[in-house]
């Protein structure tokens, strides 16, 4: 009996959702997107970014028992904008033996492919920049330009640090690329969509991805590859700066500087809004319920406060994100490189492969019946569950005889040291 | 404004085309490359095929691209400054492998038939309106079709008339894959950095014989 009460309740979860639609190239596009351009790209994204900054100076601060910034304005709120005058004002050194072509264009790279990044997110009803119906591709594409940008940042420097940051920064994000975009294919299955709108809608329909276990898996492996990503401890190797000063910006100064300093926040937070997105249901306050959405009638009226209530919760779970962040950074030390790199390609790689099958078992018991019911749900749940969590045992213990199998101090176990001690 | 556009970036891409073959540092073609890369993609986007472009993107510049460079920063010539131009002997094969490939694309994009049958080019051929008409030919639906759902339609292609060439491009990626292990794998080298056996010697047991070899071809 509860079971079909919950059934009527999850039922009137409909979308009302604008779907995704295609546009029409007239004056009102050009014009939504000029302003999307003037208003979001160059005023509220620098400025959250730049408020970021100072949100991780202070957390850090709380962290290590400090105050953190306090002189300039009150609680420091000044600090940001003192920063940039500062950073703008210093003087832009180029090295005499650089590509000075090069050494230019890359923190410009790298600051484009994370603004092109915020292009396609849908922050609330209507509020997307870009609706591409390949979507999810396209976030994909474009960020996986700075690893091109950080590798021309550290072969133009002539600098053997700088040089060696850029080799790390490639190798981690060409590894973690992998599962980050592996880890988006049950998302992009259960949608039926690249169009990350739609899959916004799918979610009203179908609860958050994220409560459902390949969707939690799929999650926990889009994160960790999202820190890996943009660059932040633990996986902060390409930047060292214990080991190889700064990495591969070490000979940058000034703007150019404050450039990678930008995308890097940039990526975070860019990063914390795919995931929202993607994982976490979009603006939406609860988890299986159509809320703010199934208010949404013909007025203007009703779509603003719709959008206001989906705007905040959208912000609020950015805001988590990015806090989580800044958590693991104060609490985590640095990996170890090749330990960074085994845990990219035999743990989170193989488990978000496997992923895959189990989100198909989940689409077949759950999506596919075409409506939301809680015995679905449930025996999807058991199902999927007791495969993830095998899973995870599975790679886990696989991978901890792999390194039992050699002796302390030799060379971690690789596909060939298996092969070896199977021919033995 | 299209064609304006179009000449623009073909330009471009020309231009990329021609630095990538004459640029004398590898990094320096590389960059090219990728410029090359990016034109291609711009002219998807003039076709209306964003997930293409977005496709070039991806594979193009964020993988081969990428891979490219970190190919030779694991040279010994990490700079890239060190690259001669290639001798009179191997341009004239060179030349002659890219006039066949031109000629393969021309005859290729020729004869292509779109699924619903044969139709004669055109110069231009404008966006499909976004509501089907009445009377309209097959051609202008599936470009519509097309043009919103072009995941789909290119998934389905590829599974249904195009499988035969879809898994022949595999195996040849396969066999790319094989010939490159096979060129950097080598058994019988010296014990480049003997650290970890030395070390074992040290303080295990005494391996057996044949666990140097091994050891050392992984090192």
């Not at chain 2, 020309?14 to 540092?25: I, K």
Request: aromatic residues 12%.
């Amino acid at each position: 009996m509860a079971g079909v009460v919950l059934d009527e309740a999850w039922g009137s979860a409909l979308a009302f959702a604008a779907h995704s639609q295609p546009v029409e190239l007239n004056l009102r596009t050009w014009l939504r997107w000029a302003l999307w351009l003037v208003v979001g790209f160059a005023v509220v994204f620098p400025g959250i970014v730049a408020y970021m900054v100072w949100l991780e100076r202070k957390v850090a601060a709380r962290f290590q028992d400090r105050i953190g910034p306090n002189r300039v304005g009150p609680l420091g709120l000044l600090q940001p904008i003192a920063d940039a005058i500062k950073l703008i004002t210093k003087e832009n050194t180029v090295p005499r033996s650089a590509d000075r072509i090069v050494h230019v264009l890359a923190p410009i790279l790298v600051l484009t492919s994370a603004f092109l990044v915020m292009a396609v997110v849908p922050f609330a009803v209507g509020l997307v920049p870009v609706d591409l119906p390949s979507g999810l591709v396209y976030l994909i594409a474009v960020s996986s330009l700075t690893p091109l940008g950080i590798f021309l940042a550290g072969w133009s420097s002539r600098n053997k640090y700088s040089l060696l940051g850029a080799m790390r920064a490639v190798a981690q994000l060409v590894s973690y690329e992998a599962p980050q975009v592996l880890a988006t294919i049950p998302v992009a299955l259960w949608a039926g969509s690249l169009s990350l709108v739609t899959i916004f809608d799918r979610q009203l329909e179908f609860g958050w991805n994220v409560f459902s276990p390949p969707g939690l898996l799929a999650f926990a492996i889009f994160l960790i590859a999202g820190v890996a990503e943009v660059n932040r401890t633990p996986f902060d190797l390409p930047e060292a700066e214990s080991e190889i000063i700064a990495g591969y910006h070490t000979e940058y100064s000034g703007m150019r500087f404050g450039l990678f300093f930008l995308a890097e926040y940039l990526s975070v937070f860019a990063v914390s809004c795919v995931t929202t997105v993607l994982f976490l249901g979009g603006g939406t306050p609860f988890p299986f319920l159509g809320f703010p959405v199934n208010l949404l009638g013909d007025s203007t009226a009703s779509l603003i406060l719709v959008n206001l209530i989906l705007v905040t919760v959208f912000l609020l779970k950015v805001l988590f994100f990015v806090f989580v962040m800044f958590w693991i950074r104060a609490t985590l030390p640095r990996m170890r490189v090749d330990r960074l790199m085994n845990f990219a390609w035999k743990y989170l790689v193989p488990l978000s492969l496997l992923n895959i099958f189990f989100a198909g078992v989940w689409y077949e018991m759950v999506i596919r019946p075409g409506r939301l019911t809680f015995g679905n749900w449930l025996w999807g749940t058991l199902v999927t569950g007791v495969l993830v969590v095998a899973a995870v045992y599975l790679i886990f213990l696989l991978n901890r005889k792999l390194a039992e199998a050699k002796p302390i101090g030799a060379d971690w176990p690789s596909v060939a040291t298996a092969a070896a001690e199977l021919a033995r | 404004m299209a064609s304006i556009l179009f000449l623009v970036i073909a330009a471009i891409g020309v231009a990329a085309a021609l630095g990538t073959v004459l640029s004398r540092n590898l990094v320096r073609a590389g960059l090219y490359l990728v410029a090359f890369f990016f034109a291609v993609a711009c002219l998807f986007v003039l076709l209306e095929a964003e997930f293409l472009a977005a496709i070039q993107v991806l594979v193009y510049i964020g993988a081969v691209a990428i891979l490219l460079m970190f190919g030779i920063m694991l040279t010994r010539d990490t700079l890239g400054d060190d690259t001669t131009a290639i001798p009179i002997a191997w341009m004239v094969p060179g030349l002659f492998m890219g006039l066949c490939v031109f000629a393969v694309l021309v005859v290729g994009i020729n004869n292509s038939i779109a699924p619903s049958g044969w139709s004669p080019w055109e110069g231009t051929t404008s966006r499909p309106s976004l509501a089907p008409r009445e009377s309209e030919p097959a051609w202008i639906a599936e470009r519509r079709e097309a043009v919103n759902d072009m995941p789909r339609v290119i998934g389905v292609e590829l599974m249904t008339r195009y499988v035969v060439a879809f898994e022949v491009a595999g195996l040849l990626l396969t066999a790319a894959l094989v010939g490159a292990i096979a060129l950097a794998h080598r058994e019988d080298v010296e014990p480049r950095a003997p650290r970890a056996t030395a070390r074992a010697a040290e303080t295990g047991p005494p391996p057996e014989a044949g666990e140097p070899v091994a050891s050392s071809a992984l090192s």
